[in-house]
Every structure is written in structure tokens, then in C-alpha cells.
């Protein structure tokens, strides 16, 4: 897949299929418009094209947090396992935001980008305000030459699929279950094992600390997890029991850690990337009395973590983490 990242990357293709969006997660409802895509462009002989920014465009026009479920590298990788040719990703700023609604189409997405056809979601938004819709599309579709397809929104138990929910479910819950179901997928952490306190080694719990690849990403609430652990030392997936939290146990401070116990590996991971898919949610983090009430909870976390496993769906492969 061609990856056109910031204007001046940008080849004009007009044989170019197009859908626009932020894509963040690439979950179900995504994938819809992506498949539509795909059958769009080879209807057309075209190229399936998505259009996509970094930073978050609601970053920017409200000056929020928002967490992301995929980096621009994450969601270049899940979209080309659908089938897209060409990724085009524009830096979203305060100017883009607001382009006039009729200026967009003609100067990024026609001249600049080049489209033969465009695919869109069906409250898709653009330009000064989210003042262009799908029928001013439809309007210049017919002025320029390109054709306009809408589509409808995907649902899961009558609540449509969306990236906010997404996150709600991982930041607020722990719903890792919940979000996979919705992403299609695990939700998945990467980032480089670097060196922390070691003190799980010498309750028989040794961790790799994991600092996160991208900063921004969605960090799921505070609890211990069942995963799966994949890295360039790890010959296939391992079992891994992660923690993200404060450590209240020790008074280690109000800033969260990613630590992951790999229940059956020995070894030195530091400088390493590793890729945590998260299974299913195995309890709060809390404070214990001593260290050996947490030592024994971790071996009650273990037995729970193995159980959980055993009965969760084997990976598709060994390669099967997209954040690698």
C-alpha cells in the first residue's frame, strides 16, 4: 500500500476511489465503508483510497485529549489488510478545519488528491463549521464528473459502532471484551520494555515495563488483564498477566504503568518492543497489606489468568498483533 503522509508526499491519482475519515481503531463500522470501497474501485478499475489525518481532528478544533485506538502506522497496516492501495494522511490544523465546504472538495480532494469516485459514511462532515455534507458532494459529484455513494451506519445490539464508544468501553470500564467485539478484533498496546523498580522479580512476579509507542494512545482503566504477549524474542504468543496502574501497594504515585508478567518466559526484553493484546479483564487494581497478601492474590491472578486463556480463542498467528 502506498502511504502519502503530509502534502507535500501527495501524488495526484484520479483513478483514485476515495472515503475520508479519521479511522481511528478501524472497527466494524469502518470496515463496512472499506469493503464497500474496495467494491467500488474494482467496479470502477480505480484505486481504493482513504483520506485520513493525524492529529485527531477534534484535538484540534476542541482542544481535547483524545486517545486514539491506532497510531497513523497501526491504521496504515489494518487498512491495507482490507484491501486499500493508497493512504493519504493530512497534519489537521486550525486552517483545514476551516477550508469552505466547496473549496475542500475542489482543491484536496479533486485536484490535490484526484478521485473518480468518492464513498462516505452517512454523517459524514466537512470543512468550516461541518457545514459540507453528503449533498454538496452529491452537487459537485455531478459539476465534476464523480459519483457519490453513502453509507449507512453499522450497529451492535441497536447501538451504532463508533470509535468514541470504543473508547468509553476501554477507559472507563475495562471492557476489553466489549471493545473487541466492536473493533472486530483485540484491542492491542505496543511499546518499548524499559527498566522499572524490578521489585516484581523478587516476589517471584518479575514484569516488563512498557512505555507506550505513542503517548496518545488509549490506555485502558486500571485493573489487572489476561493477554496475549507478542515480540521478536517470543517464538509464538505467550500468556501474559498485565497491570496498568499506580502500584497502590507500594505508594509508587499518581501516574499509571503498564507492567506484564509472561507467565512462561525467562529472559532479558529490555529495549525490546512488545505488543499486549488484551483478552479479558481479571480484576481492579487495589491496595493490599503486605507483600505477601499481593503475592498471593498474583498467584490467584495466574490461575485465573490460565483458566481465561484455555477458553479464549487461540491467535490467528504469531504475527497476529497488528502493532508490530
Known amino acids: 500500500m502506498k502511504r502519502e503522509i503530509g502534502w507535500e508526499a501527495i501524488q495526484h491519482e484520479p483513478e483514485s476511489v476515495v472515503t ?22 474494482d467496479a470502477l478499475q480505480g484505486v481504493p ?19 486514539l485506538l491506532t497510531t497513523i502506522d497501526e491504521r496504515a497496516r489494518a487498512l491495507e489488510s ?28 479533486w485536484d490535490t488528491i484526484g478521485m473518480q469516485a468518492i464513498a ?31 453509507i449507512p451506519p453499522q450497529s451492535d445490539d ?54 507506550m509507542a505513542d503517548a496518545r494512545s488509549c490506555l485502558p482503566c486500571r485493573g489487572v488483564y489476561a493477554t496475549r504477549v507478542y515480540g521478536a524474542s517470543l517464538s509464538e504468543p505467550e500468556i501474559g498477566m498485565c497491570n496498568i496502574g499506580v502500584r497502590p501497594t507500594f505508594n509508587d504515585g499518581p501516574h499509571p504503568t503498564i507492567e506484564v508478567h509472561i ?29 505477601d497478601a499481593l503475592r498471593a492474590q498474583l498467584s490467584e491472578d495466574r490461575s485465573h489468568c490460565i483458566r481465561v486463556m484455555e477458553a479464549a480463542r487461540p491467535p490467528v498467528s504469531s504475527k497476529g498483533c497488528g502493532r508490530l
Do not use: W
Open 20 to 41: 475520508v475519515g479519521t479511522f481511528d481503531g478501524v472497527h466494524r463500522g469502518h470496515q463496512a465503508i472499506l469493503s464497500f470501497l474496495c467494491d467500488r474501485a
Open 263 to 291: 507467565l512462561d518466559f525467562t529472559g532479558d526484553l529490555y529495549g525490546e518492543t512488545l505488543c499486549v493484546e488484551f483478552v479479558q479483564r481479571l480484576r481492579d487494581e487495589r491496595k493490599f497489606d503486605s507483600v
Open 158 to 211: 441497536d447501538e451504532v459502532i463508533s470509535s468514541s464508544r470504543i473508547r468509553t468501553l476501554l477507559a472507563e470500564e475495562g471492557a476489553v471484551r466489549s471493545a473487541a467485539q466492536l473493533l472486530g478484533r483485540p484491542y492491542t498496546l505496543s511499546g518499548t520494555v524499559v527498566k522499572g523498580e524490578q521489585r516484581g522479580r523478587t516476589i517471584g512476579f518479575p514484569t516488563a515495563n512498557i512505555r
Open 49 to 67: 483510497t482513504v483520506l485520513t489525518f493525524d492529529p485527531h481532528p477534534r484535538s484540534v478544533v476542541r482542544s481535547i485529549n483524545v486517545p
Open 120 to 150: 462516505v459514511g452517512y454523517d459524514h462532515r466537512f470543512g468550516r463549521n461541518r457545514s459540507g455534507d453528503v449533498e454538496l458532494l452529491r452537487t459537485m459529484g455531478s459539476e465534476y464528473g464523480f459519483s457519490v455513494e453513502e
Open 82 to 109: 482490507f484491501g486499500i492501495e493508497r493512504m493519504v494522511v493530512l497534519p489537521f490544523t486550525r486552517d483545514l478545519a476551516q477550508y469552505d465546504p466547496r473549496a475542500y472538495v475542489q482543491d484536496v480532494l
